[in-house]
Protein backbone atom coordinates (compact mmCIF):
# COMPACT_ATOMS: atom_id res chain seq x y z
CA UNK A 1 0.00 0.00 0.00
CA UNK A 2 3.04 1.87 0.21
CA UNK A 3 5.14 2.80 -3.18
CA UNK A 4 8.84 4.54 -2.88
CA UNK A 5 10.52 5.76 -6.52
CA UNK A 6 13.90 6.87 -6.04
CA UNK A 7 15.55 8.56 -9.25
CA UNK A 8 18.88 10.99 -9.41
CA UNK A 9 21.24 7.84 -9.65
CA UNK A 10 24.06 7.68 -11.96
CA UNK A 11 28.23 7.49 -12.89
CA UNK A 12 30.03 10.27 -11.45
CA UNK A 13 33.55 11.07 -10.68
CA UNK A 14 35.68 11.77 -7.56
CA UNK A 15 34.48 14.74 -6.52
CA UNK A 16 31.18 15.37 -8.10
CA UNK A 17 27.77 15.73 -6.72
CA UNK A 18 24.14 13.75 -7.37
CA UNK A 19 20.75 14.33 -6.03
CA UNK A 20 18.51 11.60 -5.55
CA UNK A 21 14.93 11.92 -5.17
CA UNK A 22 12.45 9.37 -3.87
CA UNK A 23 8.51 10.20 -4.43
CA UNK A 24 6.22 7.87 -1.79
CA UNK A 25 3.08 7.56 -2.46
CA UNK A 26 -0.19 5.40 -1.32
CA UNK A 27 -1.12 4.91 2.41
CA UNK A 28 1.37 7.14 3.72
CA UNK A 29 1.17 9.73 6.91
CA UNK A 30 2.51 13.12 7.90
CA UNK A 31 4.20 11.89 10.68
CA UNK A 32 6.33 8.56 8.84
CA UNK A 33 9.88 9.09 8.84
CA UNK A 34 11.91 8.66 5.75
CA UNK A 35 15.43 7.63 4.87
CA UNK A 36 18.10 6.57 2.67
CA UNK A 37 20.00 3.60 2.81
CA UNK A 38 22.74 2.27 0.62
CA UNK A 39 24.42 -1.18 -0.18
CA UNK A 40 27.51 -1.97 -1.60
CA UNK A 41 28.23 -5.22 -3.58
CA UNK A 42 29.50 -7.84 -0.66
CA UNK A 43 28.46 -6.03 2.26
CA UNK A 44 25.19 -5.42 4.41
CA UNK A 45 22.44 -2.74 3.69
CA UNK A 46 23.83 -0.09 5.97
CA UNK A 47 22.10 3.58 7.41
CA UNK A 48 22.85 6.58 5.08
CA UNK A 49 20.91 9.43 6.68
CA UNK A 50 17.34 9.87 8.02
CA UNK A 51 15.01 12.41 8.46
CA UNK A 52 11.59 13.07 10.61
CA UNK A 53 8.37 14.69 9.85
CA UNK A 54 9.95 17.51 11.89
CA UNK A 55 12.65 17.76 10.01
CA UNK A 56 15.65 15.94 12.10
CA UNK A 57 18.23 14.59 10.94
CA UNK A 58 20.83 11.68 11.44
CA UNK A 59 23.68 10.66 9.14
CA UNK A 60 26.62 8.34 8.93
CA UNK A 61 29.65 9.36 10.33
CA UNK A 62 31.57 9.08 6.58
CA UNK A 63 28.78 11.00 4.62
CA UNK A 64 28.47 14.05 7.39
CA UNK A 65 28.92 17.55 6.29
CA UNK A 66 28.88 16.04 2.61
CA UNK A 67 25.40 14.58 2.29
CA UNK A 68 21.77 16.40 3.08
CA UNK A 69 18.72 14.84 3.26
CA UNK A 70 15.66 16.79 3.27
CA UNK A 71 12.04 16.59 2.74
CA UNK A 72 9.05 18.18 1.22
CA UNK A 73 5.91 16.83 2.43
CA UNK A 74 3.53 18.66 0.49
CA UNK A 75 5.29 16.53 -2.36
CA UNK A 76 5.84 13.10 -0.13
CA UNK A 77 9.17 13.45 -1.43
CA UNK A 78 12.77 12.98 0.20
CA UNK A 79 16.42 13.87 -1.29
CA UNK A 80 19.42 13.18 -0.48
CA UNK A 81 21.82 15.87 -1.94
CA UNK A 82 25.60 14.12 -2.13
CA UNK A 83 28.37 16.17 -2.55
CA UNK A 84 32.44 15.66 -2.33
CA UNK A 85 31.67 11.93 -3.61
CA UNK A 86 34.25 9.50 -3.20
CA UNK A 87 34.54 6.05 -4.48
CA UNK A 88 33.34 4.09 -1.44
CA UNK A 89 29.72 5.99 -1.92
CA UNK A 90 29.25 3.45 -4.86
CA UNK A 91 26.51 1.41 -4.01
CA UNK A 92 22.71 1.08 -4.87
CA UNK A 93 21.02 3.65 -2.80
CA UNK A 94 17.59 2.90 -1.48
CA UNK A 95 14.75 4.96 -0.19
CA UNK A 96 12.79 4.24 3.25
CA UNK A 97 9.59 4.83 4.38
CA UNK A 98 9.09 3.98 8.51
CA UNK A 99 5.80 3.78 9.75
CA UNK A 100 5.13 3.38 13.58
CA UNK A 101 2.25 2.03 15.07
CA UNK A 102 2.49 1.89 19.32
CA UNK A 103 5.35 -0.47 19.20
CA UNK A 104 5.08 -1.42 15.55
CA UNK A 105 7.57 -0.37 12.84
CA UNK A 106 6.55 -1.11 8.99
CA UNK A 107 9.25 -0.68 6.71
CA UNK A 108 9.02 0.24 2.98
CA UNK A 109 11.40 0.04 0.23
CA UNK A 110 12.31 1.50 -3.21
CA UNK A 111 13.59 -0.29 -5.72
CA UNK A 112 17.07 1.01 -5.46
CA UNK A 113 19.16 3.56 -7.81
CA UNK A 114 22.47 2.82 -8.64
CA UNK A 115 25.11 5.41 -7.81
CA UNK A 116 29.21 4.21 -9.26
CA UNK A 117 32.00 6.72 -8.12
CA UNK A 118 34.81 6.72 -10.25
CA UNK A 119 37.96 7.41 -9.19
Known amino acids: QVQLVESGGGLVQAGGSLRLSCAAS????????MGWYRQAPGKQRELVATITSDGSTNYEDSVKGRFTISRDNAKNTVYLQMNSLKPEDTAVYYC?????????????WGQGTQVTVSS
Open 26 to 33: GRIFSLDA
Open 96 to 108: NLRQRWGTTIDDY
